[in-house]
């Protein structure tokens, strides 16, 4: 899916006060408790997001590593960048300096 930030839960609409009460909705799927309440206080606004950066062994934030290595070819050496998969550890949770509205919060934004 292109722009894959829309939420991908078949008939969750989180912006929609018309699940029955206290109810979770049987729509073949199970939804917590938790879930359906979360519902009325849903706002347009998203606080916090998933970072895509990573820390490396030595405590450096950054997307992506590498490590340059030399290899002898023919005699001659030549430096290339190897890059690093292992060993990362994810940044987390974010929090966002301004809030965003939601992807899937149905608003027309126009400028007059």
């Known amino acids: 899916m292109m722009g894959g930030s829309g939420s991908k839960g078949k008939g969750y609409w989180p912006f929609s ?12 799927q199970e939804q917590s408790l938790a879930r359906v309440r979360s519902i ?3 706002t347009p606004f998203v606080f ?32 290339k960048l190897k890059r690093i998969h292992k060993n990362l550890i994810p940044q987390g949770v974010v929090k966002l300096n301004h809030p965003r509205i939601h992807v899937d919060f149905p608003v027309v934004i126009c400028e007059a």
């Open 40 to 42: 009325r206080n849903a």
């Open 17 to 28: 006060g018309s699940v029955g009460g206290d109810e979770p909705a049987k729509d073949g």
């Open 48 to 79: 916090t997001r998933r970072s895509s950066l990573y820390y490396d062994e030595d405590g450096d934030l950054a997307h992506e590593f590498y490590e340059e290595t030399v290899v002898t070819k023919n005699g001659r050496k030549k430096a």
